[in-house]
């Protein structure tokens, strides 16, 4: 029991989103098998004396003809060792290879069952030019599409969570049930021809298709709205918006990409006020009093505070708007020089308007522009491997630039490097306890050997429902591995009892495997059974489940059948070599003697 939980381990070395998800199911299974521990030794021995009869036990008819199926086969791998060995392996190579066609994601993306829009416009753009794209997206598809039930639009955000601006709107729509459609489809495809529908409409935003949850877990992890984020890290602005441009057309040539964008946090109006230290200087007028000005007249500043119970407020003081409403009213101000004399603010300082940035956005001391993009019809790793090596062969990044995977690519990696590391390393402290379970390296090899195989059947359950390699799948991969183990211990410790009672190995092999058939397949049968509705459910959440399910159930097929057949021929040829050398070094000692 100690060596099924080992198994698990790996689950609580994961990390960010992946740990949150899965620890709470590692923890479950490690209190379950305890739990089961301590009633398998306490309570059912009990129950066992009281309910149990002592008669003879007889199979079910289930079982009659399982073993009436299983005996023969058994015997005829036994008679037919090196065909069976060197078929399993070439299952393994086969299975094995279709593993870099499988494709890798972080998870799987959770259908909601709702749809959310992103809708960027440009930086420019006021509240109430956002308010009335709001209108006109939300006429244009209560006209189109009759699935709608309401929209709801949020410009900008408060402080709860990363700000953003009025050009920033959040387009959450109610649907009706799909049963009530006029057409049946996937919400992904409705959202595609709603999206197409809002761009015609409002051609100078950008939208993007999300899902609430998903647009909230997305931006928490790589702290942009979007599936996969391309940073790009540099100390020059301008330098940093020209390689986001030369990458994103490279980009927008990838297959799989869908809505890229840069972020549009240039094209903002400012006022540029620069003080003309010369002309100043020969007003004696000083750079602070002009600056005053403009903190002070342009922009407002505080003069008193006005008490109201226990509310404050500041009272502001600052021009008229009809003296600061262009820069040529602006440059009239006047400004008292030195001598008493008004000069003209423009006299002493140049007033210009100019485009400038909304935002610059800095990670690890860093500044760092951002590509934003889907990814759609393929698997992220493979969407990424391309889109670097097209990357460096289009732009050259100067010294000092460097760019890197945010988003989902990111999780994915963390996740599988850490679990490249704390998997094989289990797989060593669990020989070592099999070792000391049976005080022999070969019973416990025999049983480690039994795990690889049970990945057969998971990669090609994979393949064929062309689902990608992510987390819950390698979580599915671990969970095989314990059934994979715990029925190789189970096995080898019956066919050992067996030997203990004076059996010959080929005897002791078909006894052994006939009578662990029934707990075999009853292990097998019941994880399976229990695994059928997450395979075949569709309700919300249904996509992130599906992929271990399918794991496990395809490993638990090859695992069961190489348990049942490979593991008991593998044990008889290792205990007949082991005889064949404890004869030949009693021979040799008889020799010597």
């Known amino acids: 029991m100690i060596i099924i939980i080992v198994v698990f381990l790996p689950l609580f070395s994961l990390t960010g989103l992946e740990g949150k998800l899965f620890k709470p199911m590692a923890l479950t299974i490690t209190f379950a098998m305890a739990g089961s521990l301590l009633l398998s030794m306490t309570l059912v021995p009990v129950l066992a004396a009281l309910i149990l009869k002592p008669k003879e036990e007889k199979d079910t008819f289930v079982v009659r003809w399982a073993k009436k199926a299983y005996l023969p086969l058994l015997d005829w791998a036994l008679e037919r060792k090196k065909l069976v060995i060197g078929s399993a392996l070439a299952l393994l190579v086969a299975s094995l290879a279709l593993f870099p066609f499988l494709g890798k994601e972080f998870m799987p993306t959770l259908q909601e069952g709702t749809i959310q829009f992103r809708v960027t ?37 408060a402080e709860g969570g990363e700000t953003t601006d009025v050009n920033y709107m959040e387009i959450n729509l109610a649907t009706k049930p799909q049963s009530e459609w006029p057409e049946k489809m996937p919400y992904a495809k409705l959202a595609a021809e709603m999206q197409e529908a809002m761009e015609k409409v409002v051609p100078t935003a950008v939208f993007g298709a999300t899902q609430p949850i998903q647009s909230r877990v997305e931006e928490l992890i790589s702290g942009v709205r979007a599936t996969l984020a391309l940073k790009l890290y540099g100390e020059d602005l301008e330098t940093l918006d020209r390689l986001t441009a030369q990458m994103k057309g490279v980009l927008d040539k990838v297959p799989g990409v869908a809505d890229l964008s840069a972020e549009a946090n240039k094209g903002k109006p400012q006022l540029i006020i620069k003080v003309n230290r010369d002309a100043a200087s020969r007003y004696g007028i000083n750079a602070d009093e002009i600056l005053e000005i403009v903190q002070a007249g342009i922009g407002g500043s505080s003069v008193s505070t006005l008490i109201e119970g226990t509310k404050r407020f500041d009272i502001a003081v600052r021009l008229s708007d009809e003296f600061r409403m262009d820069p040529a009213t602006i440059g009239a101000i006047p400004i008292r020089s030195a001598e008493g004399a008004l000069v003209p603010f423009s006299q002493v300082a140049t007033i210009e308007l100019d485009e400038g940035y909304s935002f610059v956005r800095r990670e690890s001391l860093q500044r760092y522009s951002v590509l934003q993009m889907d990814v759609k019809g393929r698997d992220v790793d493979g969407f990424v491997k391309d889109a670097d090596a097209a990357l460096k062969q289009a732009v050259q990044l100067p010294p000092g630039y460097y760019t890197q995977w945010g988003g989902a690519f990111e999780n994915q990696q963390r996740a599988m490097a850490r ?164 004869r030949a070094d009693v021979v040799v000692e008889g020799a010597t003697t």
């Open 121 to 157: 416009n440009i930086p420019s753009a006021s509240l109430d030019e956002s308010i009335r794209v709001s209108k006109v997206v939300s006429d244009e598809l209560h006209k189109q599409f009759p699935q709608v039930v309401s929209v709801l639009a949020t410009i900008g955000r």
């Open 419 to 582: 679990l490249a590391v704390i998997v094989p390393l289990t797989i060593g402290l669990i020989f070592m306890l099999l070792y000391t379970a049976f005080n022999s390296v070969r019973h416990a090899t025999i049983i480690i050997a039994n795990v690889p195989f049970a990945v057969i059947g998971g990669i090609v359950g994979l393949f064929v429902s062309g689902q990608y390699l992510s987390v819950p799948s390698a979580i599915g991969f671990i969970a095989v591995f314990g059934v994979a183990m715990l029925n190789g211990i189970v096995m080898v410790e019956f066919l050992n009892d067996q030997r203990r009672q004076g059996m010959s190995v080929r005897d002791a092999v078909r006894r052994g495997a006939a009578l662990r058939l029934r707990p075999v397949l009853m292990t097998a049968s019941v994880a399976i059974l229990g695994l059928i509705p997450m395979l075949l459910s569709t309700g919300v959440g249904a996509e992130t489940q599906r992929p271990l399910a399918t794991v496990v159930v395809g490993g638990l097929f090859t695992s069961t059948a190489l348990t049942l057949l490979l593991l008991p021929l593998i044990y008889e040829w290792s205990e007949l070599r082991a005889e064949r050398r404890n």
